[in-house]
């Protein structure tokens, strides 16, 4: 299963997902805001070095979102995030999803501090998500699991998506509704993961063709 066959079909499913568990509810989006200090770190959260983007966090995001930052893995990330999942994800995600909280968090500190929050800061977020947890896939080098990995990053960055389409891109917030899409999501992935996993393993049983001796 390729990543766009994935993605396709987890995205259906998270759609259907979405709409029985809640309707969502789109805002006009303000004016992209390029100045103020989250969209600064935003900025270079998803476009320049760990390093560079760590001196950009606002001097008191320490005392109003409780931690400091720190670089690791080449990316600037919350030291106490993880994956939000139903079902385990591949550790190969760790890294990637602690940056992610990091990024939400930043849009939990402008909400706080009283900073208009851009819709796009939560789609640039979330899209770097999906990369680095598609980046994280290539380093294993049998196609098998390579390709269960990459159906897991579909499927996680599906979900992702309709949560953030549920918050209209705004601040990261607990609902209600949410364990409901987390469960289509659980189930998603492990059928992903098993269709996966089973046309793997099928091409590794020798047919042999037409006319050839057995």
Sequence with gaps: MNRNTSRA???TAAAIVAVTA??????TPPAADFTSPVAVS???L?????DTAALTIPDDF?????YRPRVQDDMAENPHGDCSSPVPLPSDFDSACRAHDLGYDLIRYAAATGTTV????RRSIDAQLEERMHAACTDRADDGPRQVCDAA??????????????QSFGAPVAEPALPFASVGAGIALIALSALSAGRYLRRRVSVPEIGERA
């Design 46 to 50: 998803v476009t320049e070095s760990a």
């Design 22 to 27: 809640t309707t969502g509810a789109a805002s």
């Design 118 to 121: 851009d819709p796009q800061w």
């Design 42 to 44: 935003v900025h270079a």
């Design 9 to 11: 079909v987890m995205c």
């Design 153 to 166: 990053a579909s499927v996680a960055a599906a979900a992702v998506d309709v949560n953030s389409w549920r």
């Design 62 to 66: 320490g005392s109003v979102m409780g």
